[in-house]
Antibody
Framework: EVQLVQSGGGLVQPGGSLRLSCEAS????????MTWIRQAPGKGLEWAAN????????YYAASVKGRFAISRDNAKKTLFLEMNSLRVEDTAVYYC????????????????WGQGTTVIVSS | SYELTQTPSVSVSPGQTAKIICSGH??????TYWYQQKSGQAPILLIY???ERPSGVPERFSASSSGTTATLTISGVRAEDEADYHC??????????FGGGTTLTVL
């Protein structure tokens, strides 16, 4: 079964750090561009960061750039999001997601999502 | 920053057709994607590449894009289609962006 299983998250004080993990199974992880998306309570989806298949290129939303770091370990089929200098406004459900690959064509849309993990930043 | 605009809510009766609109100035140059998200669940990809359906997505879901507007059409709406629908695209610099979401209510 193709799936992404997330771990990490929880309650952290403003200025603190957290690391999210996303373990892939059922597909060739190293073939896929991967993304982190977040959703604040009662709000829409927000792209946070994504990473090229080989990890050589990484892209960040302006709201997290300089504070969050995306990485991947293709040997362990795992995606990571290191979150530092956390703010109250980072409170959200965080999803990892796989970019759609149809044949040799990579799309910007995401066809497999993790179950989501909650991050709460509060004093 | 680039934004995609969606109508916050749409209401239809079962069996009717629902149209959900997404607008953004860069849509003519980038594909639009559509997701369905039910309460407390992760989103599901409904449409990619403006109008393509992944396998497993019912044929009653279709989409099109023209100029700066993309449209998701749900034909023969069912109660189970009640959900939030999100459009997604990218800006000219490759930053991914989502619309604010549209809540579909089945009356």
């Amino acid at each position: 079964e193709v799936q992404l299983v997330q771990s990490g998250g929880g309650l952290v004080q403003p200025g603190g750090s957290l690391r999210l993990s996303c373990e892939a199974s059922g597909f060739t992880f190293s073939n896929h561009f991967m993304t982190w998306i977040r959703q604040a309570p009662g709000k829409g989806l927000e792209w946070a960061a994504n990473i090229r298949q080989d990890g050589t290129e990484k892209y960040y939303a302006a709201s997290v750039k300089g504070r969050f770091a995306i990485s991947r370990d293709n040997a362990k089929k795992t995606l990571f999001l290191e979150m530092n200098s956390l703010r109250v406004e980072d409170t959200a459900v965080y999803y990892c997601a796989r970019h759609l690959l149809v044949g040799a064509t990579l799309y910007n849309g995401m066809d497999v999502w993790g179950q989501g993990t909650t991050v709460i930043v509060s004093s | 920053s680039y934004e995609l605009t969606q109508t916050p809510s749409v209401s239809v009766s079962p069996g009717q057709t629902a149209k959900i609109i997404c607008s953004g100035h860069a849509l003519p140059n980038q594909y639009t994607y559509w997701y369905q998200q039910k309460s407390g669940q992760a989103p599901i990809l409904l449409i990619y590449g403006d109008s393509e359906r992944p396998s497993g997505v019912p044929e009653r879901f279709s989409a099109s894009s023209s100029g700066t507007t993309a449209t998701l059409t749900i034909s023969g709406v069912r109660a189970e289609d009640e959900a939030d629908y999100h459009c997604q695209s990218a800006d000219s610099r490759g930053a991914w962006v989502f619309g604010g979401g549209t809540t579909l209510t089945v009356l």
